[in-house]
């Protein structure tokens, strides 16, 4: 899909999710909302594996804490 | 006036000698931060102590103030948004009261970007606070008054929070030292989150010792790792693009006397996880104003962080936090195996002045406003410690500064480095004073 196909879509979604949150915004905000989508889509993450493998944020959360702990004691 | 000691081992020490009593330092300090504010524009709030101060514990006699962030016994905070209000019976956030435990007494709290949202200390409710080494050079923030208040020697030190680098940009912006703490290694009840999965309490201080200082007072100690007893490692990475030339240099020339041993040479990771921490950022201040963006009643910079919230899939948003430990791990393995420490810029360019980050002004630069927290979110993301300290001057005699970022909980090891830098380059009284005012 070309960038402004891209930008057409994502200003289609935006507007729609903002509506169902009831919230107005100015069109300057709408295209600035756009780019912030953009530019974050390329996040190289595999969103259905990650899904899958996730619980909820919970889990992740503990899943995250129990890393961190366990990486304190990577040696040399 | 009496004159107190520069550094806050250095009122300890004067403290032990009975050089001057408790009541004594906590009074001359109450007087000093009353008097500096005046010029420094960057109290909220003054505090007294409910009781005495305690003549016992390791931090009797030393004045802190914070970020307007934390509950304490009496207070909720104003969160940059106003000036607080009085209430009863709240539980004082975990992180304030254990410094209290200590003997330590809170002077006040300290302004900040509204909400925490700000790469700058730009808050249209308080009067702008005063960079204490050039008036027309920026305030980072979010912590903004913290970084001011110690600084300006008004505080010994200031708890801040962090979320994408709230404590390490102003820290960077007033030649501070500024500590971001692994995730979870101080307590954040009690604390306005902004994005849980990334916020973190931050420690300001002039001098490294001071900072293990209050890390041993608000820390979770048994998760705090010893310091390693062999000789640390460096490795770095300095991008080759994006840096301004006089901070390329001055980072170069530092990792050269640091002998780093390893250099990552390109590094596309950077911005994956930078991409990642963005996110979880604002998804997550989202969900905590979620009620505000809906009234239609969140403020600019609230909105300017959260709005993107709304429109964020979900899906992507709990992708990224599945991933996290999996990518946190790949870092660490990768990068702090062999090395103890990863060397990296703080701010790719030198302190911009007020008028150059400031939205609305004929010389704003949106670029050199982004750019204040390039190297930050994505520390927040992989939940490591970092530290930035001042290494050298730029031409007008504002800090440069570096950030290294250590395994987790490996803050020790950070403060040693960060210790030995000072002493090494700057001598005894902490980094601070060393730059232009």
């Known amino acids: ?76 | 006036m009496m004159e107190l000691p520069a550094t806050l081992t250095g009122l300890q020490q004067a403290l032990r000698r009975h050089q001057l009593s408790v009541p004594e330092a906590i009074s001359a300090q109450r007087q000093r931060l009353a008097r500096l504010d005046e010029q420094h524009h960057c109290v909220v709030q003054a505090m007294h102590d409910h009781d005495s101060p305690l003549s016992t514990g390791p931090m009797s006699g030393i004045g802190m103030a914070h970020k307007d962030v934390f509950d304490t016994l009496d207070r909720r905070p104003g969160l940059g948004r106003d000036q607080g209000e009085k209430s009863l019976g709240l539980m004082p956030a975990a992180a304030i009261a254990r410094l209290q435990a200590q003997g330590a007494s809170n002077l006040g709290a300290l302004v900040m970007a509204e909400y925490a949202c700000g790469a700058t200390g730009e808050n249209e409710n308080f009067e702008r606070c005063v960079n204490p080494l050039l008036p027309q050079a920026v305030v980072g923030g979010s912590s903004s008054g913290s970084a001011v208040a110690v600084a300006s020697e008004m505080a010994y030190a200031s708890l801040g929070t962090d979320t994408a680098g709230s404590v390490r940009i102003p820290a960077a912006t007033c030649a501070l030292l500024g500590l971001k703490t692994t995730h979870g290694l101080i307590p954040i009840s009690g604390v306005q989150p902004l994005a849980p999965s990334l916020d973190c309490v931050g420690i300001l201080v002039r001098s490294a010792l001071d900072a293990q200082q209050v890390l041993d007072g608000v820390a979770n100690l048994d998760l705090l790792q010893a310091l390693s007893p062999q000789p640390l490692r460096i490795k770095a990475w300095l991008p080759d693009d994006g840096l301004q030339p006089d901070v390329a240099t001055a980072l170069e020339d530092f990792a050269r006397e640091c002998k780093v041993t390893d250099w990552i040479r390109y590094w596309p990771d950077h911005q994956l996880l930078t991409q990642l921490s963005e996110i979880v950022l604002h998804a997550e201040a989202a969900k905590v104003h979620a009620t505000a963006l809906q009234e239609g009643i969140a403020s600019p910079a609230v909105a300017a962080v959260a709005l993107a919230g709304l429109v964020i899939p979900e899906a992507w948003y709990r992708a990224a936090l599945a991933d996290r430990a999996r990518r946190t791990t790949a870092f660490v393995k990768e990068h702090l195996r062999v090395h103890d420490v990863l060397l990296i810029p703080a701010l790719p360019q030198p302190v911009p002045d007020w008028r150059v980050v400031s939205p609305g002004d004929p010389q704003f630069d949106v670029g050199r406003l982004l750019a204040l927290h390039r190297y930050m979110g994505f520390v927040n993301y992989l939940g490591c410690p970092s530290v930035v300290i001042p290494i050298a001057r730029d031409v007008r005699g504002m800090p440069i500064s570096v950030q290294l970022v250590a395994k987790p909980f490996h803050e020790r090891d950070l403060l040693a480095f960060a210790s030995a830098v000072e002493v090494h380059r700057f001598g005894t009284g902490g980094f601070t004073k060393h730059f232009c005012r």
């Open chain 1, 1 to 76: 899909m070309s960038e402004s196909a891209q930008f057409v879509t994502w200003t289609s979604a935006v507007r729609a999710s903002l509506a169902s949150s009831g919230i107005e915004v100015s069109d300057l905000h709408v295209r600035r909302l756009v780019k912030t989508l953009m530019r974050l889509e390329p996040a190289g993450v595999d969103v259905t594996r990650a899904a899958e493998e996730s619980g909820d944020a919970d889990t992740s959360s503990t899943d995250f804490s129990r890393a961190l702990i366990a990486l304190s004691g990577v040696q040399r």
